[in-house]
């Protein structure tokens, strides 16, 4: 991490300690205020929004703010479970300065800070990506996000023996647009079978990969240990199946400059 890296971290932490402590008296100007709905959102994100509404998002509301002379943009997307919100955010976030530190899941990167807060997921931009930008950035969030209510959290199995930091290794999925961002090797898998849900994470170094799918039936439960090896399934009950795998094909992040 460069010296201006490292100085900029530091001033975030200590000013989102600020801001879990008593908030901020000042608040934002709003420049202008959107509200999209179902194929609403294809006008607002040129191209996107079937990953979006993969996870049945809801209402996207996005605002343009001032706080203390720096520009904001703000995007939060109602979603109809914390879990698909958690899921939509994993999609987007990659190369975290800093991660799950606020008191709940969030994600800060050069440009930009994300957070689950309950059934929304909070995309907080700031263009300029000032040391001031960033440092007010948890302020912004807290205007518009509710971020220490841990009982709305998204409730995260058990059996995958995972811990903080979520962001940036767990995703979750729900189809195959986001399985198939995940990786190619689990796509392949999951071809030609259903399911509601699958936990997702990669180790990078070894490019292997931890799944736990939730089948919709028991045939299709069937499908996926037919075409696993015995030594790959490392837990299965009647509701789910929980195996490893290998990435045979390299993938890529690309972030643009907001870090997703």
């Known amino acids: 991490m460069k010296n201006n890296d ?3 971290f530091l001033m975030i932490i200590a000013g989102c300690c600020l801001s879990i402590a008593g908030g901020s008296a ?7 205020e959107r509200v999209f709905t179902g194929s609403g959102l ?28 720096e520009e904001y943009n703000i995007e939060i997307y109602e979603m109809p479970s914390p879990e698909d919100a958690f899921g939509i955010y994993s999609l987007h976030t990659f190369r ?16 930009q ?3 689950v807060s309950g059934n929304n997921y909070v995309s907080v931009v700031f263009p300029s990506g000032s040391v ?5 950035a948890g302020k912004v969030l807290r205007m518009y996000a509710s971020m220490d209510d841990n009982s709305q959290a998204p409730a995260i199995p058990a059996v995958l023996k995972t811990g903080r930091p979520y962001s940036g290794r767990l995703k979750y999925l ?27 994470e990669q180790e990078r170094r070894s490019n292997s990969y931890r799944a736990l799918i939730y089948p919709a039936n028991q045939e299709d439960m069937e499908k ?4 696993i090896p015995p030594s790959g399934i490392l837990e299965h009950t009647a509701d789910y199946i929980y195996i490893s795998g290998h990435e045979k094909e390299e993938t890529e992040d690309n972030p643009g400059i907001f870090g997703f």
């Not at 001031?132 to 007010?136: H, Y």
């Not at 729900?174 to 997702?200: C, E, H, N």
């Not at 996926?224 to 075409?227: A, D, M, V």
Request: charged share 20%; aromatic share 10%; glycine share 10%.
């Open 6 to 8: 490292i100085l900029l």
């Open 26 to 32: 000042q608040q934002a100007e709003l420049k202008r």
């Open 42 to 69: 294809y006008g607002f994100m040129n191209g996107g929004a079937d990953q979006f509404l993969e996870y049945g998002v809801q209402k996207l509301t996005a605002k343009d703010v001032i706080f203390e002379g």
């Open 96 to 111: 975290c300065l800093r991660a799950d530190t606020l008191g709940c899941i969030d994600c800060f990167s050069p440009y």
């Open 113 to 115: 800070l994300q957070a």
């Open 132 to 136: 001031v930008a960033g440092e007010n």
């Open 174 to 200: 729900k189809g195959p647009l986001s399985v198939s961002a995940a990786g190619s090797s689990l796509s392949r898998l999951m071809q030609d079978i259903s399911y509601t849900g699958i936990w997702f």
């Open 224 to 227: 996926i240990k037919k075409k």
